[in-house]
Nanobody
Framework: VQLVESGGGLAQPGGSLRLSCAAS????????MGWFRQAPGKERKFVAG????????YYADSVKGRFTISRDNAKNTLYLQMNSLNPSDTALYYC???????????????WGQGTQVTVSS
């Protein structure tokens, strides 16, 4: 299993970024996927999750209405569109493969290396 995140970087408050996660080594269309983030000195937290087809999505309250998770099963790629960014969104963002519907990190069995998102003026 390999998950490779990309798309992180520096954004201004109110700005947008789109993260991607390229998946390989497993049947992507048969796997629940999610995004988590970890700020320095803090625990890893759930951000968003998506079911196998992409028809069902769920979010942490802190990002609801601003972030959108999606997937392209033909391209084996997971996405996270992040709008209206604020400094509290600064963190290392990870994509993960795991149980559909779960917001707990322990329910996800494979992780990428993370991509850094920094929101600052």
């Amino acid at each position: 299993v390999q998950l490779v995140e990309s798309g992180g970087g520096l954004a201004q408050p109110g700005g947008s970024l789109r993260l991607s996660c390229a998946a390989s080594g497993f049947t992507f269309r048969s796997s629940g996927m999610g995004w988590f983030r970890q700020a320095p000195g803090k625990e890893r937290k759930f951000v968003a999750g998506i079911n196998l087809s992409g028809a069902v999505t769920y979010y942490a309250d802190s990002v609801k209405g601003r972030f959108t998770i999606s997937r392209d099963n033909a391209k084996n790629t997971l996405y996270l569109q992040m709008n209206s960014l604020n400094p509290s969104d600064t963190a290392l963002y990870y994509c993960a493969k795991g149980r559909v519907g779960s917001i707990e990190a322990r329910r996800y069995d494979s992780w990428g290396q993370g991509t850094q998102v920094t929101v600052s003026s």
